[in-house]
């Protein structure tokens, strides 16, 4: 039988499921919400299958290489650096990428959409490892040969120096990187939120932290976020603080992203509308995955979209004897956890 090279999901037609090792960390949260029937941007996988078709024995070389090295001794960055450019170069012209390519194409008909093409490791967002900023993420990419390009690059950012050493550490052997090609949505604030207070642990609410524009200044520290703390039960917002958001990020199909200035820097980034979806959706993932959540989402207009889903981490596996962690920002844990590149 064939290994699967493509896995299409969010209202593309798809095949039989499958799970973090052929779809790494963000491809299975996002199969996940596919799975609740839940508003997912249409998005395919370039699985771990596909990975190993065009690079395996050059990774697998790299991999015994880089092994054998020091990482405290001199020469251990240059190793890295030059493992990823072998892996980008290997993989030009492979045959896998004629299938990335259509899979584009079905994914952008009409085109002008724009996708997002981000890494998605089979080690990360496991639960038991963050490898949030290790691999590379692109927005606001159109045009096939602008998509295959970022999927070399990410297939690539496997060695960079932070991921290799973060593997090492880890312990983790035989890693290899999916990719997420998802069509970007238009969204005019977005963020994360959290089935329990990051903070303190409280399962009574929902935390939300949301900016104007793309995602991606919350995710970098940039930009203060909005924070409002939901009840879960009720709905009412406990607590409610605006931050001032100087810029928002933004976008457009083939152009990536630019700063703009918002003309209310402290006007709400998120309505009363929003918060109650959130608090809907929120809910109902915790309640079909039977665990605490951290979300990422967009929202346009008065639509909420999913970006990804993973394992709450920080309280869920800690001890009862916990030590007091009020010196870290809810931000902080929410990012620690959630992989938003």
């Known amino acids: 039988m064939s290994e699967t090279h493509i896995v299409r999901l969010g209202g593309q037609p798809s095949g039989p499921p499958v799970g973090t090792p052929v779809l790494g960390g963000k491809g299975a949260g996002l199969a996940a919400l596919c799975a609740q029937d839940l ?23 790299l991999d015994a290489e880089l092994a054998a090295l020091d990482p405290d001794a001199g020469g251990f960055e240059a190793a ?5 450019e072998e892996i980008y170069r290997a993989a030009e012209g492979a045959a896998v990428l004629d299938e990335v390519a259509a899979a584009y194409r079905e994914l952008d008909r009409g085109g002008g959409a724009g996708v997002a093409v981000r890494s998605s ?3 990360e967002d496991s639960g038991l490892t963050s490898f949030a900023g290790e691999h590379d ?6 045009g096939a040969d602008e998509v295959l390009d970022r999927v070399r690059a990410c297939w ?3 060695y960079t120096e932070r991921a290799v050493r973060y593997r090492r550490r880890a312990g983790i052997t035989g890693d290899a990187m999916a990719v997420v090609v998802q069509r970007m949505v238009d969204a005019h604030a977005a963020g994360v939120l959290m089935t329990l207070n990051p903070v303190s642990g409280d399962r009574s609410v929902i935390v939300v932290e949301s900016v104007w524009g793309l995602g991606e200044p919350l995710v970098s520290a940039e930009v203060t976020p909005d924070r409002f703390v939901i009840d879960k039960v009720t709905g009412e917002v406990r607590r409610r603080e605006l931050a001032e958001q100087p810029f928002q990020l933004v976008g457009s199909a083939g152009r990536g992203t630019r700063r703009e200035a918002l003309p209310d820097p402290g006007a709400a980034s998120l309505n009363s509308t929003h918060m109650a979806r959130l608090r809907e959706l929120g809910r109902q993932l915790e309640n079909r995955l039977g665990h605490p959540v951290d979300v990422e989402f967009a929202v346009v207009g008065d639509e909420v979209f999913l970006l ?7 309280w869920s596996r800690a001890a009862p004897a916990r030590p007091a962690t009020a010196a870290r920002s809810a931000m902080q844990l929410v990012l620690a956890t959630l992989t938003a590149k």
Not at 80 to 84: E, S
Not at 137 to 142: A, F, G, Q, V
Not at 308 to 314: G, H, K, L
């Open 308 to 314: 990804q889903v993973r394992p709450e981490t920080v």
């Open 156 to 158: 690539a950012s496997l």
């Open 39 to 61: 508003p997912v941007p249409p998005a395919f996988v370039v699985t771990t299958a596909a990975y190993r078709s065009a690079v395996g024995a050059v990774a697998d070389r």
């Open 137 to 142: 993420s692109y927005l606001w990419i159109d």
């Open 80 to 84: 890295c650096a030059r493992a990823r």
């Open 121 to 123: 490791s089979a080690a």
